[in-house]
Protein backbone atom coordinates (compact mmCIF):
# COMPACT_ATOMS: atom_id res chain seq x y z
CA UNK A 1 0.00 0.00 0.00
CA UNK A 2 0.95 3.53 -0.92
CA UNK A 3 0.47 6.07 1.62
CA UNK A 4 1.27 8.71 -0.88
CA UNK A 5 1.93 9.27 -4.99
CA UNK A 6 5.73 8.52 -6.03
CA UNK A 7 7.69 11.24 -4.53
CA UNK A 8 5.75 12.43 -2.31
CA UNK A 9 7.35 14.48 0.57
CA UNK A 10 5.94 15.88 3.60
CA UNK A 11 8.41 18.44 5.34
CA UNK A 12 8.01 19.63 8.79
CA UNK A 13 9.96 22.13 9.94
CA UNK A 14 10.08 24.87 13.05
CA UNK A 15 12.98 25.46 15.58
CA UNK A 16 14.46 23.51 18.32
CA UNK A 17 11.90 22.27 20.77
CA UNK A 18 8.69 22.83 18.88
CA UNK A 19 8.05 19.25 18.70
CA UNK A 20 8.88 18.28 15.24
CA UNK A 21 10.58 14.83 16.09
CA UNK A 22 7.40 14.07 18.34
CA UNK A 23 4.82 15.15 15.54
CA UNK A 24 6.49 12.71 13.31
CA UNK A 25 6.33 9.88 16.18
CA UNK A 26 2.52 10.21 16.87
CA UNK A 27 1.96 10.20 12.70
CA UNK A 28 3.82 7.41 12.34
CA UNK A 29 2.51 5.20 15.87
CA UNK A 30 -0.96 6.47 13.80
CA UNK A 31 -0.16 5.37 10.90
CA UNK A 32 0.81 2.06 12.01
CA UNK A 33 -2.10 1.12 13.47
CA UNK A 34 -4.69 1.86 11.00
CA UNK A 35 -2.15 0.38 8.69
CA UNK A 36 -0.27 -2.90 10.89
CA UNK A 37 1.69 -4.36 7.54
CA UNK A 38 2.77 -0.77 6.84
CA UNK A 39 6.24 -0.87 5.73
CA UNK A 40 8.29 1.93 7.56
CA UNK A 41 12.58 2.89 7.10
CA UNK A 42 14.52 5.62 8.35
CA UNK A 43 15.29 6.90 11.52
CA UNK A 44 14.85 9.99 13.97
CA UNK A 45 16.49 11.52 16.60
CA UNK A 46 15.67 12.28 20.63
CA UNK A 47 16.84 13.86 23.25
CA UNK A 48 18.86 12.06 25.53
CA UNK A 49 18.41 13.55 29.60
CA UNK A 50 20.91 12.67 32.35
CA UNK A 51 19.31 14.05 35.62
CA UNK A 52 16.63 15.94 34.24
CA UNK A 53 19.10 17.67 31.81
CA UNK A 54 19.56 17.64 27.95
CA UNK A 55 22.45 15.83 27.99
CA UNK A 56 22.66 14.73 23.81
CA UNK A 57 21.05 13.21 21.69
CA UNK A 58 20.88 9.78 20.03
CA UNK A 59 19.82 8.25 16.45
CA UNK A 60 17.19 5.51 16.89
CA UNK A 61 16.43 3.80 13.38
CA UNK A 62 12.72 2.42 12.64
CA UNK A 63 13.78 -1.09 13.77
CA UNK A 64 15.10 0.05 17.41
CA UNK A 65 18.96 0.42 16.72
CA UNK A 66 20.23 3.18 18.62
CA UNK A 67 23.52 5.70 18.77
CA UNK A 68 24.91 8.41 19.69
CA UNK A 69 24.61 11.28 17.61
CA UNK A 70 26.13 14.33 19.52
CA UNK A 71 26.81 14.29 23.87
CA UNK A 72 27.54 17.48 26.18
CA UNK A 73 28.99 15.12 28.55
CA UNK A 74 31.58 12.81 26.33
CA UNK A 75 35.22 14.20 27.30
CA UNK A 76 37.50 11.62 25.82
CA UNK A 77 40.12 12.59 23.60
CA UNK A 78 38.54 11.57 20.43
CA UNK A 79 35.85 13.16 21.38
CA UNK A 80 37.62 16.47 21.80
CA UNK A 81 38.21 16.07 17.64
CA UNK A 82 34.50 16.34 17.31
CA UNK A 83 33.02 18.83 15.82
CA UNK A 84 30.75 20.81 18.20
CA UNK A 85 27.24 22.76 17.54
CA UNK A 86 26.61 24.69 21.25
CA UNK A 87 28.16 22.96 24.42
CA UNK A 88 27.35 19.64 21.84
CA UNK A 89 29.72 16.98 20.39
CA UNK A 90 28.82 15.40 17.16
CA UNK A 91 29.80 11.78 16.93
CA UNK A 92 29.72 12.01 13.56
CA UNK A 93 31.24 7.63 13.15
CA UNK A 94 28.31 6.76 15.39
CA UNK A 95 25.53 8.68 13.76
CA UNK A 96 26.87 7.49 10.04
CA UNK A 97 27.21 3.93 11.28
CA UNK A 98 23.37 3.73 11.88
CA UNK A 99 21.65 6.38 9.42
CA UNK A 100 23.99 6.08 6.81
CA UNK A 101 22.62 2.38 5.94
CA UNK A 102 19.58 3.65 6.32
CA UNK A 103 19.76 6.42 3.58
CA UNK A 104 21.84 4.64 1.45
CA UNK A 105 20.62 3.04 -2.19
CA UNK A 106 21.13 -0.75 -1.69
CA UNK A 107 19.34 -0.46 1.70
CA UNK A 108 16.24 1.69 0.34
CA UNK A 109 13.64 -1.35 -0.23
CA UNK A 110 11.33 0.19 -3.06
CA UNK A 111 8.17 -1.70 -1.37
CA UNK A 112 9.25 0.87 1.55
CA UNK A 113 5.43 2.51 2.26
CA UNK A 114 7.23 5.31 3.83
CA UNK A 115 10.61 6.60 4.82
CA UNK A 116 11.28 8.80 7.92
CA UNK A 117 14.21 11.57 8.07
CA UNK A 118 14.16 13.39 11.45
CA UNK A 119 15.90 15.36 11.25
CA UNK A 120 18.28 16.93 8.46
CA UNK A 121 19.82 19.70 10.75
CA UNK A 122 23.34 20.79 11.46
CA UNK A 123 24.69 18.13 13.22
CA UNK A 124 23.52 15.78 10.96
CA UNK A 125 25.11 17.85 7.95
CA UNK A 126 28.27 17.04 9.92
CA UNK A 127 28.79 14.48 7.74
CA UNK A 128 29.14 14.51 4.25
CA UNK A 129 27.75 12.03 3.03
CA UNK A 130 24.16 12.93 4.82
CA UNK A 131 23.46 15.23 1.97
CA UNK A 132 23.36 13.03 -1.20
CA UNK A 133 22.02 10.14 0.06
CA UNK A 134 18.85 12.26 1.69
CA UNK A 135 19.06 13.46 -1.82
CA UNK A 136 19.07 10.10 -3.03
CA UNK A 137 15.79 9.14 -1.09
CA UNK A 138 13.84 12.06 -1.78
CA UNK A 139 14.07 11.53 -5.71
CA UNK A 140 13.28 7.87 -5.37
CA UNK A 141 9.40 6.88 -5.82
CA UNK A 142 8.78 6.38 -1.73
CA UNK A 143 6.91 8.76 0.09
CA UNK A 144 9.19 10.68 2.75
CA UNK A 145 8.45 12.18 5.99
CA UNK A 146 11.00 13.99 6.98
CA UNK A 147 11.84 17.50 9.02
CA UNK A 148 14.54 20.23 8.77
CA UNK A 149 14.77 22.24 11.87
CA UNK A 150 14.75 26.31 11.40
CA UNK A 151 17.36 28.50 13.48
CA UNK A 152 16.60 29.81 16.68
CA UNK A 153 18.42 32.70 16.09
CA UNK A 154 18.19 33.94 11.68
CA UNK A 155 20.94 31.93 10.46
CA UNK A 156 20.88 29.59 7.89
CA UNK A 157 21.20 25.98 7.63
CA UNK A 158 24.76 25.06 6.66
CA UNK A 159 25.44 22.71 3.73
CA UNK A 160 23.76 24.36 1.19
CA UNK A 161 20.21 22.51 2.01
CA UNK A 162 18.27 25.60 1.48
CA UNK A 163 20.07 26.47 -2.21
CA UNK A 164 18.76 23.55 -3.79
Not at 36 to 47: A, D, H, I, M, R
Request: proline letters at 7%; aromatic letters at 6%.
Amino acid sequence: MRMAGPGKCILVTGPPGVGKTTLIIRVLETLKISNPNLKVQGFYTSEVREAGERAGFEVVTLDGRKGRLASSSISCSESLKWPSVGKYRVDIASFEALALPELQGNQVKEDTDLFIIDEVGKMELFSSSVFPAVLRVLESNIPVLASIPIPKFGRDIPGGFGST
